[in-house]
């Protein structure tokens, strides 16, 4: 299946992108015709975050964010596929490599932090081969085992290296950030039982990771956030570096609904590239739900 699924995603990463792009907005917009599921949790997500706060603005939204989610799904072909020049070729400009040369002048070890929005897989494999070093990208296996192969391969192409969201995949991050590299993360992941405290993510309480904080506490890291802006009309992408707007304090607590605030701020930017139908409230096994929201 493993190697299927690899043919198939190099085919489609031969298409035009406007082409990939349109084929990926028609199995968006398919998916949320085809399956309550995918579309009562896009709906609930979308509407808890109170973007959309005018009846024609949400419907709007649940549109676009359908199709956005269906583009974002083909464009993998072309992160996993392409050679890195092919990618780089698509971005028509990067804002912010400023801070990325200020650390790496500073030998400091990088945490690149994404959520799922936009292209993020094309914008990390894009500051990947850029970088003098490996980049690292910490991801959580799926749940179709035989996927796990066909993502490594593609995350690992060029100058990329894998780890799971497990102790030795942490441990792995380390290392590589002590030895002055980079890493990626996507804090808007679910941890598992002991890794993530509550906090409020849009109004709500979400299980959030408390590994990004706890790594920007160690000496000579940099915690940089980073986002692959989907241009319109197959134009290509746009890549934004910043630094965290918000110190984080060392209270678990405190930090988790900090890293919550600078996520909600970069998805308020393009809230339709947006992976809503992403199961970001569920109470992993084993632990405490939180307590009820007053009012």
Request: aromatic share 8%; net charge positive; charged share 20%.
């Amino acid at each position: 299946m493993a190697t299927l699924v690899h043919f198939l995603l190099s085919l489609l990463a031969r298409l035009p992108l406007s082409w990939l792009q349109g084929l990926g907005a028609c199995l968006g917009r398919l998916t949320y015709h085809l399956s309550p599921r995918f579309a009562a949790r896009l709906e609930e997500n979308l509407r808890s975050s109170q973007i959309g706060k005018s009846y024609q603005v949400f419907q709007d939204l649940v549109k676009q964010s359908a199709a956005e989610t269906g583009k974002g799904t083909l464009e993998l072909a072309i992160a996993w596929c392409r050679e890195p020049d092919d990618i780089a070729a698509m971005v028509r400009h990067c804002n912010g490599w400023e801070h990325v040369e200020a650390a790496l002048a500073a030998g400091h070890g990088i945490v690149f932090v994404t959520p799922h929005l936009g292209s993020y897989d094309i914008a990390g494999r894009y500051i990947s081969s850029r970088l003098p070093f490996p980049l690292t990208a910490m991801y959580r296996p799926p749940k179709l085992a035989w996927l796990e192969p066909v993502m490594q391969a593609g995350r690992s192409r060029g100058k990329g290296k894998t780890a799971p969201a497990t102790g030795a995949g942490v441990r792995v991050l380390m290392k590589a950030l002590k030895a002055g590299e980079a890493t990626i993360i996507l804090p808007d992941q679910v941890p598992g039982n002991g890794e993530g405290v509550w906090a409020p993510f849009f109004g709500q309480p979400a299980y959030t990771m408390t590994l990004v904080p706890r790594l920007a506490q160690v000496s000579g890291v940099e915690v940089l956030l980073f986002t692959g802006e989907r241009l319109p009309k197959g134009a290509g992408f746009a890549v934004h570096i910043e630094p965290l707007p918000e110190a984080f304090s060392g209270d678990k607590e405190q930090d988790a609904a900090t890293l919550n605030r600078a996520v909600e701020n970069l998805i308020r930017r393009y809230p339709a590239q947006y992976l809503w139908s992403y199961n970001r409230y569920k109470c992993p096994a084993g632990v405490t739900p939180p307590a009820p929201q007053q009012g």
